[in-house]
Structure formats: C-alpha cells, structure tokens
T-cell receptor, first 110, second 113 residues
C-alpha cells in the first residue's frame, strides 16, 4: 500500500539556519506529493506541491523536488525564521488514497 | 468563501455518549474526508466520500459513521464514545480533478472521559 515516512522531530534550529526535513514515500501508482504546515491551534495548510517526477514545488522560501528514482520529496529552506516554527507534514495523493507522514515539529530560536 | 468549516471547536464527552461533528464546505468539492490527529501518528483517515451519496472507509473507521446527503455537508458521528477516541478531528475537501490539493477545516478537539 501507499505510505509516507518523514524524519522524526523535533527539530530545533537557530534563526537563519538551513533546514532539511526528509520525506520518502511508497506508492503503487504515480502520486502527487505535498508538504503541509500546521501552526499551533490551526488546521493544515498547503505549503507546496509537485504533481510529477522532477517537478519542484516552492513557496515562502521553501522548496522540495519530486525525485522518483529515490522516492523522495525532501523539504528545504535556506534561512529559517522564528515564524517558520510549526509542524510540517509530507503527504501523497494517489489520487483518492491520501497518506500523511507523522509530522515533524520545527522550532526556530532567535 | 468560508472554505471548510467545522463545529464545535471543542467537545468533552463521557464514555458511551454519542455526538455528531459537523463539517461543511462551500467550494463545490466532490471529495470530502475526515481525519484524526494523534501525537506522533500524523493524520489517519477515518472515512471519505467521493460525492453525494457515496462514502467509504479509511484507515481507522471503527466507532464512526458518516453520511453524505449533500455536496456541502459531511457529518461524522461517534456512536458510543470511548477514551481511545480522544483526538483532534479534521475535515478536509478537494476537487477530484487537478492537483488534488486538500483544504482543511480548523479542527475539533474532542476529549472522552
């Protein structure tokens, strides 16, 4: 079946540090891949997406590239801010079967 | 557009009580789903619907019922609440074509004592 595995947290970084959150997936078909972000007390919001191999999704300085050969969709940001503190979820949609990773909590300290 | 709305935001139930969590969307999305979020487990799919009159089970359906009489509404019923159902519940919707981006409601925090 389909599944998503992402790196366990929590992750704590200083402001302006480089961020990587690893995500790998298993899928029987050709899924779309997503990163969602959840701020405290809120629902999930779409951060970025990629719908086919080699696509790069980007938003608010975050990037992730759909790598079919390594079945990965790692999230990166060159310089994190305190306001990026949140829980990040990797997800796939194949297409009616949507799966989420366990989430990675990021804390950015000033 | 209100997007996806959920009520109530918070609820405390006693074991054995029943209740309905409400979910509505105004985006004319065909696909709606319910998830529960538990610490360290991400989101797990409870039930989903691909259109009015059609529902199906997700990963963790036991103890929950759903119905989809209209495109807009997708209520989740707890038949006899148990402490194991203490969780945060999210409703989501999306179109069935295109990029499959899901839109989430703000969540309902349920505690069963």
């Amino acid at each position: 079946g389909n599944s998503v595995t992402q790196m366990e947290g929590p992750v704590t970084l200083s402001e302006e540090a480089f961020l990587t959150i690893n995500c790998t997936y298993t899928a029987t078909g050709y899924p779309s891949l997503f990163w969602y972000v959840q701020y405290p007390g809120e629902g999930l919001q779409l951060l970025l997406k990629a719908t086919k191999a080699d696509d790069k999704g980007s938003n608010k300085g975050f990037e992730a590239t759909y790598r079919k050969e390594t079945t990965s969709f790692h999230l990166e940001k060159g310089s994190v801010q305190v306001s990026d503190s949140a829980v990040y979820f990797c997800a796939l949609s194949d297409p009616d079967d949507m799966r989420f990773g366990a989430g990675t909590r990021l804390t950015v300290k000033p | 557009n209100a997007g996806v709305t959920q009520t109530p935001k918070f609820q405390v139930l006693k074991t054995g009580q029943s209740m309905t969590l409400q979910c509505a969307q105004d985006m004319n999305h065909e696909y709606m789903s319910w998830y529960r979020q538990d610490p360290g487990m991400g989101l797990r799919l409870i039930h989903y619907s691909v259109g009015a009159g059609i529902t199906d089970q997700g990963e963790v359906p036991n103890g929950y019922n759903v119905s989809r009489s209209t495109t807009e509404d997708f209520p989740l019923r707890l038949l006899s609440a148990a402490p194991s159902q203490t969780s945060v519940y999210f409703c989501a919707s999306r179109a069935r074509q295109g990029s499959y981006e899901q839109y989430f409601g703000p969540g309902t925090r349920l505690t069963v004592t």
